[in-house]
């Protein structure tokens, strides 16, 4: 059939059955009062034949090349597009891009086998883009390099999606917003966007993908970053250049977990946990141990240090019917244990310590917030939540509050001299990350995919941003801005009073952990689940 009657049938189909108006579409389209569902067509016989065929209209004098694209829109597309291959005679290989990489079985971040052959990526609409920036990522890495783009709809102008033309990739779309009657979306200033450059790049070997969860984040001190990994190697990188200062292989560690916890470096030696059950002092220049507390089946807390005290804290798992879980303080100096306090469930969390009233507030798996006087383990008071809390609580000791975040999707704030609960925040899901404090604001995520700002003097939600997946990373306050990493790879840019976006930067792996910041060079340390780390840093476009 003729290109331009196929495009005037699925011109009908688009305006009949895929254009909703604000009313049959949720709250989310209210500023556009618009939505185009393009499943409505591309799931029917009739028109994903009429798709596939104004694609092999497009691109048959193109062969050969594969096709490919971001689940889940793409996928019907993909199909239909191989199958009709065979009809024109020109048989193509097609593939689809998880969102996130495979949580079992074999952890596929891409689906179907890739060859040599040229790349169309494919989608039914094109708005901002980052659909295909997430696939130019993950293809990156297997230095697939992408040839055109297709879509049926495109949102914005074309001058916006600078992104693509920059790749010398070329963009074809059936049709733009004008086609019916809709003006443009306008297009962000992008004279205010700050992309980075990729100084280096570190990853350890065998990362576990099984686990989704907070592994451990890189710390800094002046000239390195330190960070644990799933194949039982502590890493100590220079941080100019990440080369390797020196490694240490810890114990064997069970089903398939090794370093979860997060270091703290003090006065020359750093400090960890690992699931082969010991606490670990070593010098931050050599690599050498200083001591190992032996004590635990397993360490997947990170700890925390009283200076004023000479201790260390940490929480500890045990592998024993009456005895699962438990809080340990150590002598900085020489790893012996100065008290200890043990829960009826295991012990994740990690410890916060608060100097002004030398209290040690921590979690556990029973669902129970704990503060404890810190010099003698006596317990001051004890509440218990809805759910786990395995995230570290924070203190705010300038209104005489202590912050627990729980799984139950609740951040509990206590008094931290009575134990009263003051006041809970509700989010929609659990909550994974460390909340940040910052002035008389706190900023909290959730896995509900949001990071939310909340005044703690009246608890007032000052501000709600919606990421585009899960969050069980922690903010970062950097300046002006809090950064967050999320599970579709995105470390997201936020202006710290609006609540807007500024930019993005996207990776392949989930981010999962807090970003380091040295403010000395200014560059940014991001760290995925899969052990790795990108040096970056910001680069400044100046405005037209």
Known sequence: ???????????????????????????????????????????????????????????????????????????????????????????INGFFIRKSRKKHGLYNMIEGNLTDDPIVLVDDIINSGTSFMRCFEALD???????????????????????????????????TLPDFKIDFLKNKNTSELAPYNIDWYFKSEKPNFKYVVDKSAPVLDDTKLYMGSDNGFFWALNQVDGTVAWKKKVGWHPKGKSIFSTPVVHKDVVYFGSYD????????????????????????????????????????????????????????????????HITP??????????????????????????????????????????GPIKSQPVYDTERGQVLFPSYDGGLYIFSIKSGKLLHTFKADFALFGIPEIEDKHVYVTSADKKLYKINLSTYEVIWTYQTTARIFSSPKIIDDHVYIGSNDARLFKID?????????????ERITNKIAHNPETNKIFLPTFANEIYCLSEITIPKK
């Open 496 to 508: 710290k009073e609006t609540g807007k976006e500024v930019t993005y930067f996207q990776v392949t």
């Open 1 to 91: 059939m003729d290109q331009n009657i196929l495009k005037k049938h699925l011109h009908e189909a688009i305006t009949e059955r895929v254009y909703l108006q604000y009313g049959d579409c949720d709250s989310i389209h209210k500023t556009t009062g618009w939505i185009f569902d393009f499943r409505n067509i591309i799931l029917t016989p009739e028109y994903s034949n009429m798709i596939a065929d104004i694609f092999w209209e497009t691109y048959k004098d193109s062969y050969p090349f594969q096709v490919g694209g971001l689940e889940t829109a793409s996928i019907p597309m993909i199909s239909a597009i191989v199958t009709k291959s065979k009809e024109y005679g020109k048989p």
């Open 277 to 340: 059950g010991n606490v670990y002092a070593l010098d931050t220049q050599t690599g050498k141990k200083k001591w190992i507390f032996m004590e635990a089946d397993w360490v997947g807390s990170s700890p925390a240090i009283a200076d004023d005290l000479g201790l260390l804290f940490i929480g500890l798992e045990f592998g024993l019917f009456k005895k699962r879980g438990g809080i340990a303080a150590l002598d900085l100096e020489t790893g012996k244990k100065k008290w200890e």
């Open 345 to 386: 469930e295991m012990t994740h969390c990690s410890p916060a310590y608060d100097k002004q009233t030398q209290t040690l507030a921590i979690g556990s798996n029973d669902n129970v917030a704990y503060v404890y006087n810190a010099k003698n383990g006596k317990l001051r008071w004890q509440y218990e939540t809805g």
């Open 141 to 175: 890495q297997l230095e697939k390099p992408v040839r055109d783009i297709f879509t049926l709809l495109r949102f914005r102008e074309a001058s916006f999606y600078r992104f693509i033309t920059e790749r010398k990739v070329t963009p074809h779309t059936v049709f």
